[in-house]
């Protein structure tokens, strides 16, 4: 299994502020005949599932407002969140799907400082 | 519109075996290049990926539980079903299924979720 490793557990950002997370990779996800890294985001809050923000580590989902954005190859991977907002209050994970069976970061909470 | 339901028991004893459906819609699981995966959540802690079931019969277990583990289609009944023998109260959590699917001949990740199950296994 691929194993993704999240940085930090948590973090409180003040309202406006920006507002970054890191996700590892034990193996590289960037598949080499299409030039893409199969690592996606998710943000979930209480009582939810998981919503797909971000997939090919850099492209959002419809709907997903511009403040969110993800970047990095290989192994190291980032989401920020630009402009932190109330409602941007949640867990975060990042994800792969470049093996068999899709792995989950450890998460990592947001709150407002 | 995709839309998954996740149902089945509560509340199961350990050393029973824990049948979970999923029922789905605005989609076909005998169509080329979809699936649909079992995600389990403990309280307050990460996703796990259990188990991955495509339209052409490819099952994919988590590998620290494929011996528990047995994922089904009826494609007549647009339902997946997931399977777990001798469980354990570590396994108590809320259970989801999701939707993948290839997107210009390229596997996607989960992008539909069913609002998952809540299981508790306790005596």
């Known amino acids: 299994d691929i194993v993704m490793t999240q940085s930090p557990d948590s973090l409180a950002v003040s309202l406006g502020e920006r507002a970054t997370i890191n996700c590892k990779s034990s193996?590289?996800?960037?598949?080499?005949?299409?030039?893409?890294?199969?690592l996606a985001w998710y943000q979930q809050k209480p009582g939810q599932p998981p919503k797909l923000l971000i997939y090919?580590?850099?492209t959002r989902e419809s709907g997903v407002p511009n403040r969110f954005s993800g970047s990095g190859s290989g192994t190291d991977f980032t989401l920020t969140i630009s402009s932190l907002q109330a409602e941007d209050v949640a867990v975060y994970y990042c994800?792969?799907?470049?093996?068999?069976?899709?792995?989950f970061g450890g998460g990592t909470k947001v709150e407002i400082k | 519109q995709i839309t998954l339901r996740e149902s089945g028991p509560t509340l199961v004893k350990p050393t029973q075996t824990l049948t979970l459906t999923c029922t789905f819609s605005?989609?076909?699981?005998?169509?080329?290049?979809?699936?649909v995966g079992w995600i389990r959540q403990p309280p307050g802690k990460a996703l796990e990926c259990l188990a991955l079931?495509?339209?052409?019969?490819?099952?994919r277990y988590s590998p620290s539980l494929k011996s528990r583990l047995t994922i089904t289609k009826d494609t007549s009944k647009n339902q997946v079903v997931l399977t777990m023998i001798n469980m354990d109260p570590v396994d108590t959590g809320t259970y989801y299924c999701?939707?993948?699917?290839?997107?210009?001949?390229?596997?996607?990740?989960?992008?539909?979720w069913g609002q998952g199950t809540l299981v508790i296994v306790s005596s």
């Open positions: 605005g989609f076909s699981l005998t169509t080329n290049g979809v699936g």
């Open positions: 994800q792969q799907y470049y093996g068999t069976l899709l792995t």
């Open positions: 193996q590289s996800v960037l598949y080499s005949s299409n030039n893409k890294n199969y």
């Open positions: 079931i495509y339209w052409d019969d490819d099952e």
């Open positions: 999701a939707h993948r699917r290839k997107v210009n001949r390229e596997w996607g990740t989960f992008d539909y």
């Open positions: 090919w580590a850099s």
